[in-house]
């Protein structure tokens, strides 16, 4: 805790925490961020839920999630997999009144988010981490996913 801080100002008090999940859930709030001092908070529901210090990246990331999807496994007809990174939950959009994050002809790059993997309460975004245009989405929303399972076949970029 900071200089100058009560034990009852801290941002990060799990009480807090709960007391503002509940306030998002009555109002319907998608996301909250609070920064207090150099110590910030941000809170997703239907998305990704990270909590990072005011300095980290500026693409934040949930500190214990493991690396993204990995793009592997070529089959005969030339197309990469994207693998499921952990064992969860594939949620092919952000919340159900949400579009898919992608869809069977649309092109993707490395950075493109196809999916997110719910695992232990933790919405982890899975990027492509490749280009190319998706040619299958393998994976039924709300299904459970493991570690490998393939989740979708690209057609990479000649």
Same mark, same amino acid.
Request: zero cysteines.
């Given at each position: 805790m900071s200089k100058g801080k009560q034990a009852g100002d801290n941002v990060f008090d799990?009480?807090? *925490?709960?007391? $503002?999940?509940?306030?998002?859930?009555?109002?319907?709030?998608?996301?909250?961020?609070?920064?207090?001092?150099?110590?910030? $908070?941000?809170? %997703?529901? %239907? %998305?990704?839920?990270? @909590?990072? &210090?005011?300095?980290?990246? =500026?693409?934040?990331? &949930?500190?214990?999630? =493991? /690396?993204?999807?990995?793009?592997?496994?070529? @089959?005969?007809?030339?197309? *990469?997999? $994207?693998?499921? =990174?952990? @064992?969860?939950?594939?949620?092919?959009?952000?919340? /159900?009144e949400s579009e898919p994050f992608v869809q069977v002809g649309q092109m993707v790059s490395p950075d493109t988010i196809v999916c997110i993997v719910e695992a232990m309460k933790v919405f982890n975004e899975i990027p492509a981490e490749c280009s190319g245009k998706v040619v299958e989405v393998l994976v039924a929303d709300q299904q459970a996913v493991d570690f490998g399972k393939p989740m979708f076949r690209i057609q990479p970029n000649p």
């Open positions: 799990l009480e807090r *925490i709960r007391d $503002i999940v509940k306030l998002m859930e009555e109002h319907e709030l998608t996301e909250v961020d609070l920064q207090q001092g150099d110590d910030r $908070i941000k809170l %997703g529901r %239907g %998305g990704t839920a990270l @909590v990072a &210090p005011a300095a980290a990246a =500026p693409q934040p990331a &949930p500190a214990a999630a =493991p /690396p993204a999807a990995t793009a592997s496994s070529a @089959v005969d007809d030339g197309t *990469i997999t $994207i693998n499921a =990174p952990m @064992v969860g939950t594939f949620y092919s959009k952000a919340n /159900p």
